[in-house]
């Protein structure tokens, strides 16, 4: 993803060509730098060789999945929608991990029928719940406890997960006795300690309290854990001024424990692999011109790409079409969606925009398309995926007439 000359263009074809030919708004996808992103991951976790589920939630498009599972990844789902995805994308029960707090009976029942690797349970009534289907079912299944280790991530409040005020996970009195409870039924195994503490992290030292958390844990409990499975949360550089998480580090401390402990380690990252892989391409509708600021009204809105509105989330936003014209107001980016939150970003000595004008909201991989909606009754956007130099569409733009 790079400009070429004065027009951008991704793995070699220029944006301008293809929104004329698919039309605004579109996610455009990068396989090679999925790939490179994967590939990343395994080379500095190579001597750790974890378990890396992909963390579904952050994008759940079937072929991406596929492409995904090919790439020796397994998935960490929330829902049996994700569940079936991974199914259905190719993506075998025995490298699926199966997370969240509301697990229903009917969730639990199908990923006890599937087979799955683990059931990561985060509170007595769901682990009751597990025992209970379990027994019917006459199976022993495979269970994890979600510890919340008190950990700030220092990370947005909204992507929080690993603090006591925090809905996720139990305490250490409760994973003490929840434990204990667990090895002792007949219809479950105790296979896994799991945590995770948030998202969008840049530094080791949240990791580094974590694993001493855990390593308190396991002193406590004295059982052998199979799986400890630490999450996800890795960050990436969104604002392009390469600050990001610093893998190697965080790889040699997990080694360190991994060897301490002897378990096999599970990853669940999202972000980190697909994150910069995606762009949005919008086009600009209208220049309003405001006070002190003028606002670029573009095609693409809060329902498209949420995480602006609901995270107040930072994403570069760079012209399709770069030219030496500076504006000489700030471009307030917004959508035409009736909430005041509906805006992407405000900027200060832009480019010389005009009406008609593409635009491209970066590293929107992630928490891009699977937060999208139909608010405002608004089709949802097409995907579309650049793999070997051709262009395949992944996802077809929701038809306005099906949705009525």
């Not at 049996?80 to 029960?93: H, R």
């Not at 007595?124 to 209970?132: C, H, M, R, Y």
């Not at 896994?192 to 580094?208: A, F, K, M, N």
């Amino acid at each position: 993803m790079r400009y070429k000359l004065k027009n951008f263009s991704i793995d070699g074809f220029d944006v301008n060509k293809i929104a004329k030919k698919y039309k605004t708004p579109v996610y455009c996808y990068s396989f090679k730098k999925l790939r490179e992103n994967i590939l990343n991951f395994n080379k500095n976790f190579k001597h750790i060789d974890p378990l890396t589920c992909f963390s579904v939630k952050a994008n759940s498009n079937k072929i991406l999945l596929n492409e995904i599972g090919k790439l020796g990844l397994g998935a960490d789902v929330v829902s049996i929608g994700e569940l079936l995805k991974a199914l259905k994308s190719g993506i075998k029960p025995n490298k699926i991990v199966f997370s969240g707090v509301g697990k229903t009976k009917n969730e639990i029942s199908f990923a006890i029928k599937k087979k799955i690797l683990l059931i990561n349970a985060e509170s007595k009534s769901e682990i009751l719940e597990i025992e209970k289907i379990a027994k019917i079912k006459k199976k022993q299944v495979n269970v994890g406890i979600r510890l919340n280790p008190n950990t700030d991530a220092k990370t947005l409040s909204q992507i929080s997960t690993g603090k006591k005020e925090n809905k996720f996970g139990v305490s250490e009195k409760n994973f003490l006795e929840l434990s204990k409870y667990i090895r002792n039924s007949k219809y479950m195994n105790l296979k896994c300690l799991s945590v995770h503490i948030g998202s969008q992290i840049l530094d080791t030292r949240p990791y580094e309290k974590m694993l001493k958390v855990l390593d308190k844990m396991i002193k406590k409990i004295n059982y052998h854990f199979e799986y400890i499975d630490l999450g996800g949360g890795m960050g990436i550089d969104y604002g392009n001024n390469n600050k990001r998480l610093n893998l190697k580090k965080y790889s040699s401390i997990v080694k360190k424990f991994k060897e301490k402990h002897k378990t096999k380690i599970i990853f669940e990252p999202g972000r980190s692999i697909i994150g910069n892989s995606g762009i949005l391409i919008a086009k600009i509708i209208y220049i309003k011109e405001g006070h002190k600021k003028n606002f670029i009204i573009i095609d693409a809105a809060m329902n498209d790409f949420m995480r602006p509105a609901l995270y107040n989330a930072r994403h570069r936003i760079i012209p399709a079409v770069r030219n030496k014209r500076k504006s000489n107001k700030s471009y307030e980016f917004v959508g035409p969606i009736c909430e005041s939150t509906d805006k992407f970003s405000t900027l200060k000595k832009f480019q010389k925009l005009y009406e008609n004008d593409l635009i491209l909201i970066c590293d929107v991989g992630a928490y891009g398309m699977s937060l999208s909606s139909n608010y405002n009754t608004r089709p949802k956007p097409l995907e579309i995926l650049i793999k070997d130099s051709k262009i395949k569409i992944i996802n077809k733009r929701q038809n306005l007439k099906d949705l009525i």
